[in-house]
T-cell receptor, first 115, second 110 residues
Framework: DTGVSQNPRHKITKRGQNVTFRCDPI?????LYWYRQTLGQGPEFLTY????????KSRLLSDRFSAERPKGSFSTLEIQRTEQGDSAMYLC?????????????FGSGTQLSVL | GESVGLHLPTLSVQEGDNSIINCAYS??????FIWYKQESGKGPQFIID?????DKRQGQRVTVLLNKTVKHLSLQIAATQPGDSAVYFC?????????FGKGTRLSVIA
């Protein structure tokens, strides 16, 4: 399977705990995106990388959220001190070159439930 | 605010009928649009795209129409099947990052 891979698929955690998600983009895709999606809503942009550089962060991304893409390949999204409002599907997507007018390829997401 | 928006949150269609999902956009300079399909528990999946130098583009059982005059696009699904049941999103591909609306949930009645 050469698509975008996300792990874990599901994560249940207690409020206040830290969680980390991983995304492996399509090989050689330069750009990697993180989105968040809650029930009944469309995906909301969080942040994106061009290779290892984080180019933009949404104001939705509070200080408790941090994303990395250290070698320009896989990426991690960490949420510290989770809150119930963090419960959502976290989606990763990648695109080949990052130019405008280019479609994104999405993974199946990580479903986070904060109890 | 949103740069693209679906007209109806839900759509129910009889199996075998054609489905039409509509979307409006606000940026007259937008020149690339993408339709995604999202099935339950999965990420959005690319269906079809269209650039502004075209009015119509056809895929397998799907057609996208673009009306730049009224800033409207539609996704038509021919002979709708149960497997078409999903949420459909239009996105303005001229933006980085892509901005999604709330989507339209298509339910196929057997």
């Amino acid at each position: 399977d050469t698509g975008v891979s996300q792990n874990p698929r599901h994560k249940i955690t207690k409020r206040g705990q830290n969680v980390t998600f991983r995304c492996d983009p399509i090989s050689e895709h330069n750009r990697l995106y993180w989105y968040r999606q809650t029930l009944g809503q469309g995906p909301e942009f969080l942040t994106y990388f061009q290779n290892e550089a984080q180019l933009e962060k949404s104001r939705l991304l509070s200080d408790r959220f941090s994303a990395e893409r250290p070698k320009g390949s896989f990426s991690t999204l960490e949420i510290q001190r989770t809150e119930q409002g963090d419960s959502a599907m976290y989606l990763c997507a990648s695109s080949p070159t990052g130019v405008t007018n280019e479609k994104l390829f999405f993974g199946s997401g990580t479903q986070l439930s904060v109890l | 605010g949103e740069s693209v928006g679906l007209h109806l949150p839900t759509l129910s269609v009889q199996e075998g009928d054609n489905s039409i999902i509509n979307c409006a956009y606000s940026n007259s300079a937008s020149d690339y649009f993408i339709w995604y399909k999202q099935e339950s528990g999965k990420g959005p999946q690319f269906i079809i795209d269209i650039r502004s130098n075209m009015d119509k583009r056809q895929g397998q059982r799907v057609t996208v129409l673009l009306n730049k005059t009224v800033k409207h696009l539609s996704l038509q699904i021919a002979a709708t099947q149960p497997g078409d049941s999903a949420v459909y999103f239009c996105a303005d591909g001229g933006n980085t990052p892509l901005v999604f609306g709330k989507g339209t949930r298509l339910s196929v009645i057997a």
